[in-house]
């Protein structure tokens, strides 16, 4: 059975948002808390650059097991093969770690993103998120928001109010991208950047497409766009960016999907846009 759309309260919308947060912070716990010495590649997907750890197994695990207590009956996407059908029209998207190889290298810049979305997770373009939270566990920044009631970063006992740049002059702009595994594919990503570096301030490339989203919200960055993303990479940095009062479309417009995900300010993503939907 199909589960429907649900109307949602505020008040459900920020039960979902505290319950997105707790998990985020409890696998960001984990995988700082938890790592081995001796990490290493624990196996890889689509090419041999697209790694996976053993703390990736245990994260998603731990966000598996605590959701089906805290929301049996929903659904569930992971990264990691997660999955299942929801029963109550609610599903949880979720990377439980976002930035791999930055984890595996030790660099600063890797994420837990937990998102509770609506519509059918499995179809492009048919889902969207209702609450989410990506945590940082190394500089113990969570970016959380909930449909209809705004963005905000938690840090250091701070709760923060995110605003979108209001930056709307290309080349004033601080841009950021990332590059799928694939040699082909970041082939023609190279040729885009080095077409966009002379007509931008500069260009960022973290590594986390969900700390990105989040830098987009906080106005860190003026803009973000990637080709390639996958619903756990992008679920949460959705809403987190749209409730700081900016803007995530797709191709032509249309929703953000794996083709492309384009983020900024309304007027940044209008120029933009265009320049990245190749
Ligand atoms: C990563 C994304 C990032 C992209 C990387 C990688 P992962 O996700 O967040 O934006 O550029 O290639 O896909 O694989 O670390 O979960």
Redesign the pocket.
């Known amino acids: 059975m199909t589960a429907t759309t649900p109307e949602l309260s505020a008040d459900e919308i920020a039960d979902l948002e505290t319950i997105a947060c707790t998990l985020a912070r409890e696998a960001g716990d984990l995988i700082v808390e938890e790592r081995p010495d001796d990490l290493g590649v624990a196996a890889t997907?689509s090419t041999q650059t697209?790694?996976v750890t053993v703390m990736?197994k245990r994260s998603e695990e731990l966000l598996r097991t605590r959701l089906a207590t805290a929301r049996p009956g929903d659904g569930l996407l992971g990264?990691e093969g997660a999955a299942q059908p929801s029963r109550t029209g609610i599903s949880w998207v979720v990377?439980p770690?976002?930035?791999?190889?930055?984890?595996l290298y030790q660099l600063p810049a890797?994420a837990v993103s937990v998102a509770a979305c609506v519509g059918d997770v499995y179809t492009p373009g048919a889902w969207r998120p209702v609450a989410g939270a990506v945590l940082n566990p190394v500089t113990d920044e969570l970016f959380h928001a909930g449909l209809g009631a705004g963005s905000f970063l938690d840090h250091r006992g701070r709760s923060t109010a995110l605003q979108v740049s209001a930056q709307a002059d290309l080349a004033l702009s601080l841009l950021a991208?990332?590059?799928?595994?694939d040699v082909d594919k970041r082939t023609r990503q190279a040729a885009l950047v080095a077409e966009l570096v002379p007509q931008v301030r500069d260009i960022r490339?973290?590594?986390?497409?969900?700390?990105?989203l989040c830098s987009v919200a906080a106005g860190r960055l003026d803009g973000y766009y990637?080709a390639?993303?996958?619903p756990?990479?992008l679920a949460a940095g959705w809403l987190i960016v749209t409730e700081a009062g900016g803007l995530v479309q797709g191709p032509a417009g249309r929703a953000p999907t794996h083709e492309l995900v384009v983020a900024g300010g309304a007027d940044f993503v209008t120029q933009l846009a265009p320049m990245v939907d190749r």
Do not use: P, Q
Not at 97 to 103: A, C, F, K, Q, S
């Open positions: 997907k697209d790694v990736d990264e990377d770690i976002d930035g791999t190889v930055n984890y890797y991208t990332g590059f799928g595994y490339r973290a590594g986390s497409a969900a700390l990105d990637e390639g993303l996958h756990w990479d």
